[in-house]
């Protein structure tokens, strides 16, 4: 009897574990990070350029050079990757880029009954392109009439500084007040069907980047200087953070 109950369990066991892995829309590439989030190397990306909803593959429309220049800035702020594992507890992740002040991440955490704000901000922004060659333009011969030949040299005079200190690393104590409100700021602007990535650019303004990991699902959300209630997310981090930073 106490056999036919182990072997009854046991299934439930094997069943149970397969309706979660199946609802379970985390790659877990270990080519990109271990199960704690932690990068390969610091050529990681930070967002995928596919998402696994259920049964459906979205692309997000992240271009390389964005994609480095987003994972640069989390891997100098030791961050953890978000899409790739469940890291164990919910996490909604706000990485805040200005084109004149220093970059900041803000991390609001829920794990079982206890709910935090992590605040990290870094010293400089992440130079992501060496200086472009020097190009040279030559004179024609004397007499020459035709037009002046073009040197571009090989040599670069100055390589890009992709590394930056994080001179902030903070943490507050939330209720379940607070994350059940931003959550609702969250449901307001449709964050989980909102598309990763849409057309509105700018020269200068900022990047507001919002990620939702949670135990079974994975988003994102890049907005360049929003004016929803996108931004109402981003500005109740900020808030709530105590940071007092230029807002654009």
Same mark, same amino acid.
């Given at each position: 009897?106490?056999?036919?109950?182990?072997?009854?369990?046991?299934?439930?066991?094997?069943?149970?574990?397969?309706?979660?892995?199946?609802?379970?829309?985390?790659?877990?590439? +270990?080519?990109?990070?271990?199960?704690?989030? !932690?990068? =390969?190397? &610091?050529?990681?990306?930070?967002?995928? $350029?596919?998402? @696994?909803?259920?049964?459906?593959?979205?692309?997000?429309?992240?271009?390389?050079?964005?994609?480095?220049?987003?994972?640069?800035?989390?891997?100098?702020?030791?961050?953890?990757?978000?899409?790739?594992?469940?890291?164990?507890?919910?996490?909604?992740?706000?990485?805040?880029?200005?084109?004149?002040?220093?970059?900041?991440?803000?991390?609001?955490?829920?794990?079982?009954?206890?709910?935090?704000?992590?605040?990290?901000?870094?010293?400089?922004?992440?130079?992501?392109?060496?200086?472009?060659?020097?190009?040279?333009?030559?004179?024609? +011969?004397?007499?020459?009439?035709?037009?002046? !030949?073009? =040197?571009? &040299?090989?040599?670069?005079?100055?390589? $890009?500084?992709? @590394?930056?200190?994080?001179?902030?690393?903070?943490?507050?104590?939330?209720?379940?007040?607070?994350?059940?409100?931003?959550?609702?700021?969250?449901?307001?602007?449709?964050?989980?069907?909102?598309?990763?990535?849409?057309?509105?650019?700018?020269?200068?303004?900022?990047?507001?980047?919002?990620?939702?990991?949670?135990?079974?699902?994975?988003?994102?959300?890049?907005?360049?200087?929003?004016?929803?209630?996108?931004?109402?997310?981003?500005?109740?981090?900020?808030?709530?953070?105590?940071?007092?930073?230029?807002?654009?």
């Amino acid at each position: 009897m106490k056999s036919a109950i182990y072997i009854l369990l046991g299934f439930l066991f094997i069943s149970c574990n397969l309706k979660q892995s199946k609802n379970d829309n985390y790659p877990k590439d +270990a080519k990109v990070s271990d199960s704690n989030g !932690k990068p =390969k190397d &610091s050529l990681s990306f930070y967002f995928p $350029a596919i998402i @696994k909803k259920d049964t459906t593959f979205i692309k997000t429309g992240f271009d390389s050079l964005t994609n480095n220049w987003y994972s640069k800035t989390l891997y100098a702020a030791q961050e953890p990757i978000l899409y790739n594992y469940y890291l164990g507890h919910d996490i909604y992740r706000f990485l805040w880029l200005r084109a004149f002040s220093r970059p900041v991440v803000i991390s609001i955490n829920k794990d079982g009954a206890k709910i935090w704000l992590s605040i990290k901000a870094l010293n400089k922004q992440i130079d992501i392109a060496d200086i472009l060659p020097q190009i040279t333009f030559l004179l024609p +011969a004397s007499g020459y009439s035709g037009k002046p !030949k073009v =040197k571009m &040299s090989i040599e670069q005079n100055t390589k $890009a500084d992709r @590394k930056a200190n994080l001179i902030l690393n903070n943490t507050i104590a939330l209720s379940e007040r607070d994350w059940v409100e931003f959550e609702n700021l969250l449901k307001n602007c449709s964050f989980w069907t909102m598309a990763p990535i849409d057309s509105r650019l700018g020269i200068d303004g900022s990047e507001w980047i919002i990620e939702g990991h949670l135990k079974n699902k994975y988003w994102v959300v890049n907005r360049w200087s929003p004016e929803n209630v996108f931004r109402e997310a981003g500005l109740f981090l900020i808030k709530k953070s105590g940071l007092e930073e230029k807002i654009y």
